[in-house]
């Protein structure tokens, strides 16, 4: 079984004539133009003639990425078939169904399912959206846990190793992919970045892969607003070294185009020095070449703060909205302070730093559009948390569209009293 790395987390499996392409994101800016591919992808439109199937890990635009999608020529969408975890929404499903692929397959839970005579997987889904898939002959299993926010040797057991057995070659995130902290603090993102690879080390502690494979990290943060996330990621080297040092695994770094089959030799020398050649390129952008932001008028951001108040009061019951709480924004780009709950979104006389968040107009403005406005603007990083604020108050307002895009209903009372324990018992 070979695999092709093609970038960031996107890797076709080989076996047999089947070919899998693993999410496929190519080229472009994601998440509200807050990140970049490191390198350039050498794999073309044109080569999806010779894909068989492609499977998305969850719908975040760094693996699912429909600008990509429709790039790609008809003629051979209709011979690929599309594989997903089954989810209540059907966003993904539907939409590839929208634009021609052979078929959508929806993974079941607990289902391998077959893709060759001697090739089956099995995909599960796992927090926030995320899944996991394992590939599995009669003699190999690789498994990719992609961005799964595996935490514990126990999570680890319960919910992957249990049912996918030995593994041969373990793929996952090596480095952090979210906004951390404030430019100040570094120290914070050196100790998320380390917790990283800790975290990556529990995987191989349980799995007991022979190789891993460092994915999912090969990005900068490429606006005005974020460029400072780049001071501690975790680097090739860096991730090398670690898996040398720290676990039984032999690490394998891959660079774009590059193929490996389990048991051949492969120099990640080489594969790093080309990575730091483009990291090198990156760290000599300077800031005016970086993604900037683009003011929005201020009666457009009041005409969408109120289609999504009238929205959240229209479509919640009143336990919920009791439940949510007013909160300070900081409009960076209007120097002004807005309070947005349920009554309405105003001007008040705060200072900033006892907002509840600090971001420009255009962030604000994806927030209150989009239901995963919210989850972007974390993972892209172009908001700031005051440090007198209370960035939760902001949070829980724009995180009940979102687990609603999820199909998760935040007024049923399963869901609310999960909320109440928590308050309680935040150590339970």
């Avoid at 002004?336 to 255009?362: M, P, R």
Wanted: net charge positive; with cysteine; hydrophobic share 35%.
């Amino acid at each position: 079984m070979e695999i092709e790395f093609v970038n960031h987390s996107c890797f076709i499996i080989n076996y047999k004539g089947v070919r899998v392409i693993c999410d496929p994101w190519l080229e472009g800016s994601v998440f509200n133009n807050g990140w970049r591919l490191i390198c350039e992808t050498k794999f073309k439109y044109e080569d999806f003639a010779s894909i068989n199937y492609i499977w998305f890990s969850h719908e975040h635009p760094d693996h699912f990425y429909p600008p990509n999608l429709v790039k790609i020529p008809v003629e051979y969408r209709k011979n690929i078939t599309v594989l997903f975890q089954y989810t209540k929404d059907k966003r993904v499903v539907d939409y590839c169904k929208s634009i021609n692929f052979k078929e959508v397959i929806e993974l079941m839970p607990n289902q391998w399912y077959k893709i060759h005579e001697d090739l089956k997987v099995l995909c599960e889904p796992y927090e926030e959206g995320d899944s996991w898939i394992c590939f599995k002959t009669n003699d190999l299993c690789y498994l990719n846990t992609n961005d799964c926010g595996i935490m514990t040797h126990k999570a680890a057991q319960k919910r992957i190793a249990c049912k996918v057995g030995k593994v041969d070659v373990l793929l996952s995130q090596f480095s952090y992919a979210y906004g951390i902290g404030n430019p100040e603090d570094v120290r914070l993102r050196q100790q998320k970045a380390q917790e990283k690879l800790e975290l990556f080390k529990i995987q191989c502690e349980v799995f007991k892969p022979k190789v891993v494979i460092p994915i999912a990290s090969y990005i900068y943060f490429s606006h005005t607003e974020n460029h400072w996330l780049n001071d501690s990621i975790n680097t090739p080297r860096k991730t090398y070294n670690f898996f040398k040092e720290n676990t039984d695994a032999e690490p394998v770094v891959l660079y774009c185009g590059q193929k490996y089959t389990f048991g051949q030799a492969h120099d990640s020398m080489q594969s790093i020095a080309l990575y730091e050649a483009d990291y090198e390129k990156v760290s000599q952008i300077t800031l005016d070449k970086y993604t900037t932001t683009q003011t929005v008028p201020e009666k457009e951001l009041q005409s969408a703060a109120s289609v999504f108040i009238e929205d959240m009061n229209r479509n919640n019951s009143w336990l919920l909205k009791m439940i949510l709480k007013p909160t300070y924004i900081f409009v960076k780009d209007y120097n002004k302070t807005y309070s947005l709950s349920l009554k309405g979104f105003t001007e008040v006389k705060i200072d900033a730093e006892k907002c509840d968040v600090s971001l420009t107009s255009e962030n604000l403005l994806f927030c209150f559009k989009y239901p995963y406005g919210i989850d972007t603007t974390q993972i892209n990083g172009r908001m700031q948390k005051p440090r007198q604020g209370n960035y939760k108050r902001f949070y829980n307002l724009f995180r009940v569209n979102q687990l609603k895009s999820r199909g998760i209903d935040p007024n049923s009372m399963f869901y609310l009293l999960g909320v109440l324990r928590r308050r309680l018992f935040p150590n339970y």
